[in-house]
């Protein structure tokens, strides 16, 4: 398909490496997803399916086939955030974000550590993947990341913390450049993210009174 010769058609090199237009592009809606994010914007819902379309070519085509499994799920899990913020927004006129119960914070490692191993298999089996568990890391990690977006609880961005450290070296391995430079700015729009919404949240990690209610952060 002449779209997919295109998108997939360097733009400029960096680092040696050429950085096609699906890499580029995809990586700007990423960088403005965090921002949207970071707003506690609806559309960074939107923005994100588009990047993921984008970054599913640059990643096909870099053959990295759990990081192009990876934004086909991301495109399903940011349509079930999109409604769980569209929700939240009609109920109380604004997204509401809070800490995680310990609960909560259990189960979301259990599913990063777990699916990772169970992917990385998978990955592993089926020849999908030159890196198959740093690869499924990345993806499982993710959608983890996701689900905690979607119930807009702070430790979110804790698991994108994460998935950046991994994804930075292993995406300069596969020849993405750019999508490493944009990691790493990930880092520093992820530490700003934790801050921000650990301050529109009252609640604090230690109170057992504030792990079981949702309280209301700011508006813009």
Do not use: H
């Not at 640059?58 to 799920?73: E, F, M, T």
């Not at 189960?107 to 020849?127: K, M």
Request: charged share 10%; net charge positive; glycine share 10%.
């Amino acid at each position: 398909m002449e779209i997919f010769t295109w998108l997939n058609t360097p733009i400029f090199e960096l680092l040696g490496n050429p950085v096609p237009w699906s890499d580029f592009l995809g990586n700007i809606c990423a960088l403005a997803t965090v921002f949207l994010a970071l707003r506690r914007n609806i559309l960074s819902w939107p923005v994100q399916i588009l990047g993921s379309i984008l970054l599913f070519s640059a990643s096909v085509s870099a053959g990295l086939g759990g990081n192009a499994s990876r934004q086909v799920v991301i495109i399903v899990a940011a349509i079930w955030g999109w409604s769980q913020w569209k929700r939240s927004r009609e109920q109380t006129g604004e997204i509401q974000v809070r800490w995680a119960t310990w609960k909560e914070r259990i189960l979301l490692v259990l599913a990063l550590l777990v699916g990772t191993v169970a992917f990385g298999a998978v990955l592993s089996a089926g020849g999908w993947s030159w890196n198959p568990y740093p690869d499924a890391y990345i993806f499982v990690g993710s959608l983890v990341a996701m689900y905690a977006q979607g119930r807009a609880i702070v430790e979110f961005w804790f698991v994108w913390l994460a998935v950046d450290l991994v994804g930075i070296p292993l995406a300069i391995m596969g020849g993405l450049a750019f999508s490493g430079i944009v990691y790493f700015i990930f880092l520093i729009m992820v530490v700003v993210g934790i801050i921000d919404w650990a301050k529109r949240s009252r609640q604090t990690i230690s109170s057992p009174i504030a792990q079981s209610q949702t309280v209301t952060g700011r508006p813009d």
